[in-house]
């Protein structure tokens, strides 16, 4: 496999203060326990085409992930795009160290760490941060505590935790920030949220957090117009906001969707489709509205179709 293709300038980072805080997915392969094999269609072989840019033999059985390569900066949003079962809700458990999930080949690095080494939460402290698409109720545990918590375990180092006072302070700018009522902080983490709420609570939660990188998974799944426009608005804030402590660009975001709707108000810097555990195709925003109205299909059978830039020059999706 052709790894070293320079990756074309205009698909290149584009944030200045990028700098090596990227996070490097490469050919990464991953199985779960149980999944079985997907049928290929009509029995035919794999295409010769995937198969043999492989680095490693074909999985036994239960791989969902074939082979991913993806590179997220900080202050850059890629979305991702993919049918149902293509194995973006698999990415995004494999960043944060789920542990179903089994890498049996490829790598991801970030500040100069391999991440499959650390426990998810050093990957927290290191900056990464997943919104589910099924966010959990944590009864009983306030917002407050639940974030304070959080973000001294993630952003103070242990002799230095954030006084309550002051992260109250924080957190009613960010709720300002974001259009949300202080009573939302005050209820218990999702409890009896509605599935909006609980959306533009991942959202809020990663407000309040900063992380360096964040995977949002179908954020805006679920969603009403008005709440859409908010979480995007959320989002687009963050996105250009500098750290608060000290200067950064805003977060890298991995934005997982179904949907074109989101890209109109989040506009991505790249757009990448996931089929059967592959990034078949990179482009910029119009391979979302392409997709829109063609359908997966499309990328797949068509010779036109733009390809990942990370992969080899002759590769042809
Ligand atoms: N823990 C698991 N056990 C068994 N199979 C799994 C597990 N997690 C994922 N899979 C399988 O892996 C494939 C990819 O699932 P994944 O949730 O990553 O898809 P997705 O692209 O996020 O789909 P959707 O768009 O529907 O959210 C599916 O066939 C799924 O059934
Ligand atoms: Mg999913």
Redesign the pocket.
Known sequence: MKQDTPTPPSLRATSPQAGEDALNIKNLHVS????PT?PRAGGAPTTPSLDSARDTPPQAGGE?LKGVTLRVAQGEVHALM??????????AHVLLGHP??KVTSGSITFKDQNVLSLTPEARAKLGLFLSF?YPMEVPGVSFTNFLRTAYNNTRREKDDPISAVDFVKMLREKAEMLGLKEEFFRRPVNEGFSGGEKKRSEIFQLAALEPSIAIL??TDSGLDIDALRIVADGINKLRGQRGLESPRSGPGILL?T?YQRILNYVQPDFVHV?VDGKIVASGDRRLAITLEEKGYGWVTSSPVAPRHPLLGEERRF
Request: glycine residues 16%; proline residues 8%.
């Open positions: 779960v326990e149980g999944a997907p969902i993919g049918p149902n079962g293509s194995g973006k809700s698999t990415l179903r999930y698409q998974d179908e997982i179904h996931l």
